[in-house]
Nanobody
Framework: QVQLVESGGGLVQAGGSLRLSCAAS????????MGWYRQAPGKARELVAT???????YYADSVKGRFTMSREYGKNTVFLQMNSLKPEDTAVYYC????????????????WGQGTQVTVSS
């Protein structure tokens, strides 16, 4: 099993920056690709960025050029550097991972953190 804990959210003005962290613990063998998702009130959860076990990244068009995802393997932690924040970035941001292969009793299909609130004021 894996536990994911997000941190770093807060309230910032438009144009500001925040750095989110997601710390993983438990059976880290279950961790393969990791991702950041966000969910605004009344909207569906959407993918923000992903990083593979090899370090390749993907970004949603809405955040491309403003957000950067990175991975610290030694501490089982991923980060999301968010620059030039916009009010539409306001959402609860969730960390996610999946093992690639389900291992009964060890690795579930996927894991989610509890989320961290990001609020961008205009």
């Amino acid at each position: 099993q894996v536990q994911l804990v997000e941190s770093g959210g807060g309230l910032v003005q438009a144009g500001g920056s925040l750095r989110l962290s997601c710390a993983a613990s438990g059976d880290t063998i279950c961790i393969s690709a990791m991702g950041w998702y966000r969910q605004a009130p009344g909207k569906a959860r959407e993918l923000v960025a992903t990083i593979t076990s090899g370090g390749s990244t993907y970004y949603a068009d809405s955040v491309k050029g403003r957000f950067t995802m990175s991975r610290e393997y030694g501490k089982n932690t991923v980060f999301l550097q968010m620059n030039s924040l916009k009010p539409e970035d306001t959402a609860v941001y969730y960390c996610n991972t999946d093992p690639g292969t389900v291992i009964p009793g060890t690795c579930a299909l996927e894991y989610w953190g509890q989320g961290t609130q990001v609020t961008v004021s205009s």
